[in-house]
């Protein structure tokens, strides 16, 4: 641009001559477009929840009433308490495990980072199927568990069966399955936070304690709060999988009085609504825990508003004439 | 080495990163109440050495000693081993560091950023930290932001969070790594004046900065370094005026151009 036009382009006058069929449309609301594309999709939109009411609530082959009966029975009660018991169980166990092996991942020694690669390995390639099964079979490895010095005497020990019973072998095989699949998340977490919280942390003196519970912890839980949901959540459904050792838990319960009563839908719609019930407990969990974390990187609740369709004006000097 | 008199002293320190030698055995007093501006080009081992009196930065040999007492390992029995980590940590309160980064906790408001170390390290209690905060804040002109988050401040509303943070743990020497190099041009000023007050209020620093204007200002002492060594070093007048070396009068040059 050359000299003459830029200084053209930035002259300014406090309300320059502007003729007056310009101004008074520089001060009409702007509004959305209207376009066939919204038409389109509302009717879609439209067809889909139709179809979807005419094929769940009027359809009379689901057997609301069914459904209903079940819902709050007994035993479907206690299936739902064992599925809840199992899940926080193993999650809180899991996490744990997740903590610690993700600490050892990241650990200056490399025995320790070698053993927590190799179980994270592991806990990747078999299915979660074949962990639940393996824990519960697992007298067949070794008929005694115990403390002791390996190829040595043992200090204490009891019969495997005793010890592995259908809640601790679903237990065990969640928290296992949850503990590699967390580690990483965890370790995702930890190395999200700049290099230089560390240091700002070490030139204050602050113990490694201290970096993580007051700094880097805060921060990471931030990052590490939507896939880690996402596991807990999946682990909720993934109790049900304990059903192939037979520990009585909401699926279990459910297949075991629908393969006498030949209700199926029924029944298994009834888990399907537990199953939501259970995961928008998580989820609005979730969403306080977002919240709790997200302070300091949201600027004045900026990002969670929601844009506004139309943009109104600000009183302009329109009548400055 | 006198014990007595000597307040900061690097001792030919060297330091590599494989085959690069970042500090070629630099040696640096520092007078209590003085302060040292370090320049030079980038890549020529400031940093590196400011890093290294509070242990950011480990060292291949040489030794920091502060008011004769080495910072970092001590020698027991013969052997030079490293202190232990508890000792290590009260050794870097006697240090206060301000970064190019900030590097203020962004899970914390200002004040928060200020009073955890005091709190947590130090022991102070909460009323008392958060008083004491307070007038930091008052004294680097922010009394007004101590419920804001960083994300919320400037540059260099955060650069004086940060040294207001730095000076909460009362050090005796506060180390500056290029505090205006990530500010916008019309940040720097604020910076630098909230430094120049600590300065005249006596405070032991070291700037590492590429602030000429500012360095001859208030530095007593200012040291030029290039490729790991320190290539020119003394008072403003002698240095940026009558540089001896041919590699401190090209780069005073180059600076002063730009």
Same mark, same amino acid.
């Given at each position: 641009?050359?000299?003459?036009?830029?200084?053209?382009?930035?002259?300014?006058? *406090?309300?320059?001559?502007?003729?007056?069929?310009?101004?008074?449309? *520089?001060?009409?609301?702007?509004?959305?477009?209207?376009?066939?594309?919204?038409?389109?999709?509302?009717?879609?939109?439209? #067809?889909?929840?139709?179809?979807? #009411?005419?094929?769940? @609530?009027?359809?009379?082959?689901?057997?609301?009433?069914?459904?209903?009966?079940?819902?709050?029975?007994?035993?479907?009660?206690?299936?739902? *308490?064992?599925?809840?018991?199992?899940?926080?169980?193993?999650?809180?166990?899991?996490?744990?495990?997740?903590?610690?092996?993700?600490?050892?991942?990241?650990?200056?020694?490399?025995?320790?980072?070698?053993?927590?690669?190799?179980?994270?390995?592991?806990?990747?390639?078999?299915?979660?199927?074949?962990?639940?099964?393996?824990?519960?079979?697992?007298?067949?490895?070794?008929?005694?568990?115990?403390?002791?010095?390996?190829?040595?005497?043992?200090?204490?020990?009891?019969?495997?069966?005793?010890?592995?019973?259908?809640?601790?072998?679903?237990?065990?095989?969640?928290?296992?399955?949850?503990?590699?699949?967390?580690?990483? @998340?965890?370790?995702?977490? @930890?190395?999200?936070?700049?290099?230089?919280?560390?240091? /700002?942390?070490?030139?204050?003196?602050?113990?490694?304690?201290?970096?993580?519970?007051?700094?880097?912890?805060?921060?990471?839980?931030?990052?590490?709060?939507?896939?880690?949901?996402?596991?807990?959540?999946?682990?909720?459904?993934?109790?049900?999988?304990?059903?192939?050792?037979?520990?009585?838990?909401?699926?279990?319960?459910?297949?075991?009085?629908?393969?006498?009563?030949?209700?199926?839908?029924?029944?298994?719609?009834?888990?399907?609504?537990? #199953?939501?019930?259970?995961?928008?407990? /998580?989820?609005?969990?979730?969403?306080?825990?977002?919240?709790?974390?997200?302070?300091?990187?949201?600027? *004045?609740?900026?990002?969670?508003?929601?844009?506004?369709?139309?943009?109104?004006?600000?009183?302009?000097?329109?009548?400055?004439? | 080495?006198?014990?007595?008199?000597?307040?900061?002293?690097?001792?030919?320190?060297?330091?590599?990163?494989?085959?690069?030698?970042?500090?070629?055995?630099?040696?640096?007093?520092?007078?209590?109440?003085?302060?040292?501006?370090? !320049?030079?080009?980038?890549?020529?081992?400031?940093?590196?050495?400011?890093?290294?009196?509070?242990?950011?930065?480990?060292?291949?040999?040489?030794?920091?000693?502060?008011?004769?007492?080495?910072?970092?390992? $001590?020698?027991?029995?013969?052997?030079? !081993?490293?202190?232990?980590?508890?000792?290590?940590?009260?050794?870097?309160?006697?240090?206060?560091?301000?970064?190019?980064?900030?590097?203020?906790?962004?899970?914390?408001?200002?004040?928060?950023?200020?009073?955890?170390?005091?709190?947590?390290?130090?022991?102070?209690?909460?009323?008392?930290?958060?008083?004491?905060?307070?007038?930091?804040?008052?004294? !680097?002109?922010?009394?007004?932001?101590? &419920?804001?988050?960083?994300?919320?401040?400037?540059?260099?509303?955060?650069?004086?969070?940060?040294?207001?943070?730095?000076?909460?743990?009362?050090? &005796?020497?506060?180390?500056?790594? &290029?505090?205006?190099?990530?500010?916008?041009?019309?940040?720097?000023?604020?910076?630098?004046?909230?430094?120049?007050?600590?300065?005249?209020?006596?405070?032991?620093?070291?700037? $590492?900065?590429?602030?000429?204007?500012? =360095?001859?200002? !208030?530095?007593?002492?200012?040291?030029?370094?290039?490729?790991? &060594?320190?290539?020119?070093?003394?008072?403003?007048?002698?240095?940026?005026?009558?540089?001896?070396? =041919?590699?401190?009068?090209?780069?005073?040059?180059?600076?002063?151009?730009?």
């Amino acid at each position: 641009m050359t000299t003459e036009a830029k200084s053209a382009h930035v002259k300014s006058t *406090a309300e320059p001559a502007v003729p007056a069929g310009l101004t008074a449309q *520089a001060d009409m609301e702007i509004r959305s477009r209207r376009s066939w594309k919204s038409w389109v999709s509302a009717a879609v939109g439209l #067809y889909l929840v139709l179809s979807l #009411y005419e094929f769940t @609530i009027m359809n009379d082959r689901w057997q609301w009433d069914v459904i209903w009966s079940y819902l709050f029975s007994q035993r479907i009660v206690a299936g739902v *308490a064992n599925t809840i018991l199992l899940t926080v169980i193993a999650t809180v166990a899991g996490l744990l495990l997740g903590v610690v092996t993700a600490a050892c991942r990241l650990s200056d020694s490399r025995l320790l980072r070698v053993i927590a690669y190799v179980y994270i390995w592991f806990s990747r390639a078999t299915p979660l199927l074949v962990v639940i099964l393996f824990v519960f079979f697992l007298a067949a490895l070794t008929p005694r568990l115990g403390i002791g010095i390996p190829f040595g005497p043992s200090f204490v020990s009891a019969p495997t069966n005793d010890l592995i019973s259908r809640f601790t072998a679903a237990l065990v095989g969640l928290s296992l399955y949850l503990g590699g699949k967390s580690a990483e @998340i965890f370790r995702a977490g @930890i190395t999200s936070v700049s290099k230089g919280q560390f240091e /700002a942390c070490r030139a204050l003196g602050l113990s490694p304690r201290e970096t993580y519970q007051r700094v880097i912890g805060p921060q990471a839980i931030r990052v590490i709060t939507p896939p880690l949901s996402n596991e807990v959540i999946t682990m909720f459904k993934n109790t049900s999988l304990v059903s192939v050792i037979g520990f009585s838990e909401l699926l279990t319960t459910v297949q075991s009085i629908y393969s006498r009563t030949f209700e199926t839908i029924p029944l298994l719609t009834v888990a399907v609504i537990w #199953y939501l019930l259970l995961t928008s407990v /998580a989820m609005y969990l979730q969403g306080l825990l977002e919240r709790r974390f997200g302070r300091g990187f949201d600027p *004045a609740g900026r990002l969670r508003r929601r844009p506004r369709k139309t943009v109104r004006p600000g009183g302009g000097p329109g009548d400055v004439h | 080495m006198s014990t007595e008199n000597s307040f900061l002293e690097l001792v030919r320190i060297r330091k590599s990163y494989g085959d690069f030698e970042a500090l070629k055995g630099v040696s640096l007093s520092v007078a209590r109440g003085s302060v040292t501006c370090v !320049v030079g080009p980038s890549g020529s081992g400031k940093s590196t050495l400011l890093r290294t009196v509070n242990m950011l930065e480990s060292i291949d040999s040489g030794a920091v000693f502060f008011k004769g007492e080495m910072i970092g390992q $001590v020698v027991t029995g013969g052997r030079r !081993v490293p202190v232990r980590k508890r000792q290590a940590r009260s050794q870097t309160l006697n240090f206060g560091m301000v970064f190019q980064g900030f590097h203020l906790f962004p899970n914390l408001t200002a004040l928060d950023n200020i009073m955890l170390a005091p709190v947590r390290v130090l022991g102070i209690s909460r009323s008392e930290a958060r008083a004491r905060a307070e007038k930091l804040l008052a004294r !680097v002109g922010l009394a007004e932001k101590g &419920e804001s988050y960083p994300n919320q401040l400037s540059g260099g509303q955060q650069q004086r969070v940060a040294i207001a943070r730095a000076l909460a743990m009362g050090p &005796e020497v506060l180390l500056f790594d &290029e505090p205006t190099s990530a500010l916008d041009p019309e940040l720097v000023g604020e910076v630098l004046e909230v430094i120049r007050e600590l300065a005249v209020e006596g405070s032991t620093m070291i700037i $590492v900065t590429h602030e000429m204007h500012f =360095a001859r200002e !208030v530095a007593d002492t200012i040291v030029m370094m290039d490729a790991g &060594e320190i290539v020119e070093m003394g008072a403003p007048g002698e240095v940026l005026d009558q540089p001896r070396s =041919a590699r401190a009068r090209k780069f005073f040059t180059t600076v002063s151009r730009g």
